[in-house]
């Protein structure tokens, strides 16, 4: 089984739309979560952190469910320029290792 | 702009040769990960480097080593390249190990 596991996609859908990425991962005693944004041969980028009360940023909201080992990504009013992949990590007991997803890929079409 | 520089940005290597790979953290980051990201992958942890020690490795081998200096950059190094090594190396840096990493544009490395 693999330590952070996500939907691969991909995902296409229209402008404007909302989409809900999923994400489940095997260690419990991972400290920390994160949705990073990678676009096409480019690095990871920091989106957002996620914390156990859920947080928002505009258009995104993050959830963490830390008793079913359970990350989600909400993007709601989708713009063009949210197609890149959603790469969901989690950083481990001892602060050192990210351990990424193999990421969800997003096509956002006109 | 995350502030985090890597050099080269390309390279093309022989199998058994060997390569260095630079990155220069941001500014006020002590910390420096290393991650290898095969293509249609998610990046794979290789080690991180703390105040100029390694402070942890993923499941790569000896040949895969590393180096920070005391301003905080770093370098990695690879031994004895083989083909599988090709791929986009990024590194990230953080302030302390307990932050958020910020990454390098990175160096996609070749291995013919």
């Known amino acids: 089984r693999k330590e952070v596991e996500q939907d691969p996609g991909p995902f ?3 402008e404007g739309a909302t989409v809900a990425f999923n994400c489940t991962y095997s260690n419990s005693a991972s400290q920390s979560f994160f949705w990073y944004r990678q676009d096409c041969r480019k690095e990871p980028k920091l989106l957002m952190s996620v914390y156990s009360s859920g947080n ?3 258009r995104f909201t ?3 469910n830390r008793a079913s080992q359970y990350i989600s990504l909400l993007i709601r009013d989708s713009k063009l320029s949210d197609s890149a992949t959603y ?3 989690v950083l481990d007991g001892s602060a050192r290792q990210l351990t990424f997803g193999s ?3 997003l096509t956002v079409l006109p | 702009e995350t502030g985090v520089t890597q050099s080269p940005t390309h390279l093309i290597k022989t199998r058994g040769q060997q390569v260095t790979l630079r990155c220069s953290s941001q ?3 002590n910390t420096v990960s290393w991650y290898q990201q095969a293509l249609g ?3 794979q942890f290789i080690f991180q480097y703390y105040r100029e020690e390694e402070n942890g490795r993923g499941n790569f081998p000896p040949r895969f080593s590393g180096l920070q200096f005391p301003n905080y950059s770093s370098e990695l190094n690879v031994n004895a390249l083989e083909l599988d090594d090709s791929a986009l190396y990024l ?3 953080s302030q302390d190990r307990q932050h958020e990493q910020y990454f390098g544009p990175g160096t996609r490395l070749t291995v013919t």
């Open chain 1, 12 to 14: 296409n859908v229209p």
């Open chain 1, 56 to 58: 928002e940023d505009g």
């Open chain 1, 62 to 64: 993050a959830q963490l």
């Open chain 1, 87 to 89: 790469l969901c990590v």
């Open chain 1, 103 to 105: 990421g969800t890929q």
């Open chain 2, 27 to 29: 500014s006020g980051h």
């Open chain 2, 41 to 43: 992958q998610g990046p």
């Open chain 2, 91 to 93: 590194c990230a840096s």
